[in-house]
């Protein structure tokens, strides 16, 4: 397993590698990997015959007062699963690398797909996803590329993006993995205290809630809605920062439940926020 933190070095390998006939699965990461990541990996360890992993924690995603500073890092324990998952290169630059002097290039999708949900908590957060996947898809030239459903609607600007810039890549996404209570793997669940960890798993309560409830009949949004809130209020740290049910692509909210609608919710957890999503009467997620 290589490790390249320069660019050019990265993109060299890659157009190489491509113009050999090979194929390339490209996995981007901020890193700190858990089963989740594992997942999207071994998926693009059948899919391609060089598989990158990129492990890059990037700033321009991050808001004023959100947690870059703190996020989780362990690049040798990253190091050790990533050459356990069959990973052949593992593209680990530097955020000076990524956005040198002079920067001044953002790729930015438009509308409500990047204005609703995690868009409206945090403006800038899609213009910081979308540019850098877009550099890293540059750099590396995947023919496919694979990220998880736990991030939905990062997963549909994603789709939006490449569709619109006419990008050669296939974008694949990937179920999402969870703790055997239910929780959605993340990163970002080592903040958690032990009491706040009980209470997370409200999130996947409330998607297991939900489905319920549509499976009982129910198809108004608005009573799926009220008894779900009435559930995350209950816990003591809780806070919710949305929960609704969408149009799984558009991302449009909707009123009646259908085969296309999709719950998504964040919630903090004290200082945690956490994302969780699913299909309602879909049995498979999108
Ligand atoms: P991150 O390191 O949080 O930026 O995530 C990198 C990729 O892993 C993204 O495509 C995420 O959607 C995906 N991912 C994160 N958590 C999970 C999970 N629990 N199940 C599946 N994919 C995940």
Redesign the pocket.
């Known amino acids: 397993m290589e490790i390249i933190s320069d660019i050019t070095e990265t993109q060299d390998r890659c157009l190489a590698t491509r113009a050999s006939g090979q194929t390339i699965a490209f996995?981007?990461?901020?890193?700190?990997?858990?089963?989740?990541?594992l997942?999207?990996l071994r998926e693009g360890r059948k899919r391609g015959d060089l598989l990158v992993l990129s492990i890059f924690v990037n700033p321009t995603q991050f808001g004023q007062g959100e947690d870059l500073d703190h996020y989780p890092r362990d690049f040798e324990r990253d190091e050790s699963l990533a050459r356990a998952a069959g990973v052949d290169l593992i593209f680990y630059p530097s955020a000076e690398a990524i956005y040198p002097a002079g920067y001044a290039t953002y790729v930015t999708v438009e509308g409500p797909l990047t204005t609703t949900l995690e868009g409206a908590c945090r403006p800038t957060h899609f213009r910081g996803v979308t540019t850098v996947v877009a550099k890293l898809f540059s750099i590396v030239q995947p023919h496919v590329a694979?990220?998880?459903?736990?991030?939905h609607q990062?997963?549909a600007v994603i789709r939006r993006m490449s569709a619109d810039l006419n990008l050669p890549v296939d974008i694949v996404g990937?179920?999402?993995?969870?703790e055997v209570d239910g929780l959605?793997?993340?990163?970002r669940n080592v903040y958690l205290s032990p009491a706040e960890r009980q209470q997370a798993l409200v999130l996947s309560q409330a998607l297991d809630r939900g489905r319920q409830l549509v499976a009982d009949g129910v198809r108004e949004v608005a009573e799926v809605l009220a008894a779900l809130h009435a559930m995350i209020d209950a816990q003591q740290d809780a806070r919710i920062d949305y929960l609704l049910i969408c149009h799984q692509a558009t991302l449009r909210e909707q009123e009646r439940i259908d085969a296309d609608s999709v719950l998504l919710l964040a919630v903090s957890i004290g200082k945690t926020r956490l994302i969780d999503n699913g299909s309602l009467l879909n049995p498979q997620d999108f």
């Open positions: 996995v981007p990461t901020m890193g700190f990997l858990h089963d989740g990541h997942s999207l694979l990220f998880g459903r736990k991030d990062q997963l990937m179920p999402i993995v969870r959605a793997m993340s990163s």
